[in-house]
């Protein structure tokens, strides 16, 4: 038995929610040694997401990922949480994967272990100097999931602990439909009670699922809710949930959101529009790209930003603070386009306070919550047709993992701002 | 071909409105609270925040109330429900700031179970809430669960009747002995009644044998703990353990040194860095083990609140016959509760009595509250550094020792106990024993000798291979 002093992996915290940061320091090394931080975890869907830096212990001999450059791996410089956002799935793995956790009730496991030596594959086959089990959870303890089993409305709701009453979120995905929780979850554990909808499930986007009424509905859930202030409930929307979030700020007599936050959306969408027309349809199938791997590239499909505002959601009628997400990398959506177009649309209706763009540089179409991996590319399964593409969503990993970091910290500053504080009484009169 | 409408139809607000209350009448009956009368729906709330929400028990939180109004007085509540079915409370008075904020760690509580400036005041000054059994301590059991604590915050200065009102908000904290990855491994070979925790990750790892006291029973919590940073720990019950409660036989030297031989053989356990930690009456065991044992080469040695005093050549059974003669210096105080620090007082003059710890060979910590009033852990300490000093190995020694702290020096956080129902193995009979300490002192005390003793371990079991080299860098 070896009885070389070993040496000590820390992790802090073990546990904690999605979005906080943690602390990984290896002490008790020899100086000058070079060992690999590595990051290993296996998804629901059964594969293995590595992440991995190379370091050299200082003279004390200690690494920490906080002050320490990461010289090559996944991610490279001084990145505290590189182990998180570089992830990507094991060589070998199946092509097109995207990482989303399905079940929100129990944490990501994730193995922080640190190798011997600057290694780059077969870590699995490796017996690392130390290992630290820890848990990322998307839900605080406290909060409940209820789940709308409703034929009329599909969805789970998140209401964080306590009395309340608390502000409230209707939260949308887009395309790819189904149902994902794991954003509203979070929301929860950040103090709103957030309904996580499901509009239509993967491949089956018929019209008679997208009336307004649903969402009107949807909405209503959340705002008619015991434990929710009924004027504080706003909507958070990607992609197609953003679509959605504008047309109901702009048209609703029902559902009047206090406040919205749109990711990597656009309002280029006529009223009324059906898109069976033939001739739309072929002119946008010829605008729709392929890259050199066969990628989807959807962005041009809605482009140029129609001038006549027929054409589009009538954004000059909104009445509530905005935020809009935008990577100007989103290889799907022109989102960045149309966030200039909707400025002018707002400003000609005098409304341009009510909107704040955020703008992040090679950052793709798929904003996440922070510290979780990049996707460039991957499977789809088109909305209406089932057929199984590779999409392209853009933007470069770490530009856009610091966007991630960033725009989550001022989603949750701007709602924080317009449905938690109090208003000062002259702000009424 | 794409099929995606949001054309405007005619909808019906009744059929919306109908709809949605449907589905809320059935949400209505599945949520816990009311809303507190005195926020209307129209009103901004209180905002909770309790940061980390998931811990281990023996890091600090952040508790930080926000959106009142400025000057607001708010009572912050701390609840706990024991794995035993009772109810644990404490709470702080305090003012809100002009922004309408409470931040625990810089406010000072102007009132409540704790005064002051006290970021973690919620957790060490919880007590028995009015009206439960009396004289109760709180220990967890089940170390494989998180104990939960609910934070409120409550609408001016109170003092009672929490639970009759609903607070402004709350939130769910959990608090952990256990890390993840750390495993919990029941131990019955070598007729060996114990459990061990091993850290997370594929070791190599120290190890450590962890000792209770005169209460018996498997208490597994610091054992827990101690694998959450990093040491293979043992938690061995040696006073009520299966061999003992089926043959009526107590174990002698040689389970200890069963134990360390688990340890030591263990794939993942490294041999030769292997230490003791016993309070009250396992200090006794450990150290007559640390100076005695052929077998037992230990690393170092950690003893709480106890005592070199023992009949050295006598069985562990006949250790607990010489307190039991002893037992005539009990004394009670003026609530009839037992002090037994006079049962070993005074300190023997006779080697025939005493551990003779001028033989020690490892690095020793002792860790004594001045105010115990179980073990006359301060002055065997004092007779310690004495015969240490006299046999030339004093360098060997630190002790922590912690004015008006009682016996009960738990990991930090852990409410403190002045005194409470117990039963010793042998007598079995219950009676209320003063432990001793003033909480605000003791509750310092758990902190700062817990931080000192986990450096004191890393220092020992991870530092470099020749801890007498070690020890000798000072001189």
Request: hydrophobic share 35%.
């Amino acid at each position: 038995m070896s009885q070389t002093i070993p040496p000590v992996l820390s992790v802090h915290p073990t546990r904690a929610l999605v979005d906080e940061a943690f602390k990984v320091v290896v002490t008790n090394l020899p100086p000058a040694t070079p060992v690999t931080l590595h990051a290993l975890h296996y998804s629901e869907d059964k594969d293995y997401w590595e992440a991995f830096g190379h370091y050299i212990s200082d003279h004390r001999g200690m690494v920490s990922a906080a002050q320490h450059v990461s010289l090559g791996g996944t991610y490279t410089g001084i990145e505290p949480m590189g182990l998180l956002w570089s992830m990507c799935p094991e060589p070998g793995s199946r092509t097109g994967l995207r990482l989303r956790k399905r079940i929100v009730t129990s944490p990501m496991l994730i193995h922080i272990s640190v190798y011997s030596g600057h290694i780059t594959v077969g870590f699995r086959n490796q017996t690392p100097l130390a290992s630290v089990l820890t848990e990322r959870w998307y839900m605080a303890p406290g909060v409940q999931r209820v789940e709308i089993n409703d034929k009329r409305v599909r969805g789970t709701l998140f209401i964080p602990p306590g009395p309340g009453p608390f502000p409230g979120l209707l939260d949308m995905w887009g395309g790819g439909g189904g149902l994902l929780e794991y954003r509203s979850a979070l929301l929860a554990s950040h103090g709103y009670v957030s309904l996580a909808l499901e509009y239509f499930s993967p491949g089956e986007l018929q019209t008679a699922d997208l009336q307004i009424q649903y969402f009107e509905v949807s909405f209503n859930i959340v705002k008619d809710h015991p434990q929710v202030i009924s004027d504080k409930v706003g909507i958070i929307g990607l992609s197609l949930g953003a679509i959605i979030a504008f047309y109901i700020a702009s048209e609703s007599k029902v559902a009047k959101p206090h406040c919205c936050v749109c990711i990597s959306g656009h309002h280029i969408f006529a009223f009324g529009e059906t898109i069976g027309s033939v001739q739309r349809e072929q002119q946008k199938e010829l605008k729709a790209r392929v890259d050199e791997n066969n990628y989807r590239i959807w962005r041009d499909v809605r482009l140029p930003v129609p001038s006549d505002p027929s054409e589009k959601i009538d954004v000059r009628k909104i009445t509530c603070p905005l935020l809009l997400v935008t990577g100007n990398d989103d290889q799907n959506t022109p989102s960045v386009e149309a966030a200039e177009d909707i400025a002018q649309m707002m400003s000609s209706s005098g409304r341009q306070h009510l909107l704040s763009t955020l703008t992040y540089p090679d950052t793709g179409h798929l904003i996440e919550p922070p510290y979780s991996p990049h996707f460039r590319a991957t499977n789809f399964i088109k909305p209406t047709t089932k057929e199984k593409v590779i999409v392209l969503w853009g933007g470069r990993t770490k530009p856009h993992s610091d966007a991630q970091e960033d725009s989550w910290r001022k989603i949750l500053a701007f709602l924080e701002q317009h449905l938690y504080s109090r208003t000062p009484p002259k702000a009424r009169l | 071909m794409r099929r995606f409408c949001l054309s405007r139809v005619l909808f019906d607000t009744d059929l919306v409105a109908g709809v949605s209350s449907r589905i809320l009448s059935h949400l209505r009956h599945k949520s816990k609270y009311t809303t507190a009368p005195s926020m209307q729906k129209n009103q901004c709330c209180v905002k909770l925040s309790v940061q980390p929400s998931r811990g281990l028990i023996d890091e600090k939180v952040t508790v930080l109330v926000q959106n009142t109004l400025p000057g607001f007085q708010v009572t912050v509540h701390a609840l706990h429900h024991s794995e035993d079915g009772h109810d644990w409370e404490a709470f702080g008075h305090y003012t809100a700031n002009n922004t309408g904020t409470v931040n625990v760690s810089e406010d000072p509580s102007l009132g409540g179970t704790y005064s002051g400036v006290e970021q973690m005041g919620l957790l060490w000054s919880l007590r028995s809430v009015p009206g439960s059994k009396p004289w109760l301590r709180m220990r967890k059991i089940n170390v494989q669960t998180p104990m939960e604590f609910k934070i409120s915050v409550y609408q001016g200065h109170r003092t009672e009747g929490f639970t009759d009102q609903v607070p402004l908000a709350g939130v769910v904290v959990e608090r952990w002995y256990m890390a993840p990855g750390v495993r919990r491994v029941p131990i019955t070979e070598d007729g060996l009644t114990a459990t061990l925790f091993l850290p997370s990750g594929p070791g190599p790892f120290p190890g450590l044998i962890d000792l209770w006291g005169g209460g018996g029973q498997l208490v597994e919590y610091r054992a827990a703990l101690l694998a959450s940073h990093g040491i293979a720990a043992l938690a061995l019950d040696y006073l009520t353990p299966k061999v003992t409660m089926e043959t009526g036989k107590m174990v002698e030297m040689d389970y200890f040194e069963r134990a360390y031989r688990l340890l030591e053989q263990h794939p993942q356990i490294l041999g030769s860095r292997i230490a003791m930690l016993g309070l009250s009456f396992g200090t006794s065991m450990t150290l007559r083990m640390a100076v005695y044992s052929q077998v037992m080469k230990l690393r170092c040695a950690v003893c709480v609140s106890g005592s070199h005093v023992q009949p050295i050549e006598g069985s562990v059974k006949q250790i607990l016959e010489y307190f039991n003669e002893n037992g005539g210096k009990t004394r009670f105080n003026e609530e009839n509760q037992v002090i037994w620090r006079d049962l070993l007082l005074p300190i023997p003059t006779d080697p025939a009595f005493k551990v003779e710890v001028g033989r020690l060979k490892c690095p020793l910590m002792l860790v004594v509250g001045e105010d115990d009033q179980n073990w006359p852990a301060p002055e065997s300490a004092k007779d310690i550094k004495e015969m240490m000093e006299q046999a030339g190995n004093s360098h060997l020694l630190t002790v922590l020792s912690y004015p008006n702290t009682g016996h009960l020096i738990e990991p930090p956080y852990s409410p403190h106990f002045r005194a409470s129902l117990f039963k010793t193995v042998d007598t079995h009979q219950k009676m209320v024993v003063l432990w001793g300490g003033e909480t605000v002192a003791h509750s310092r005390a758990q902190e700062d000798a817990w931080r000192k003793m986990l450096v004191f371990l890393r220092e020992n079991l991870y530092g470099s291979s020749n801890p007498r080299a070690a020890s000798f860098s000072h001189l």
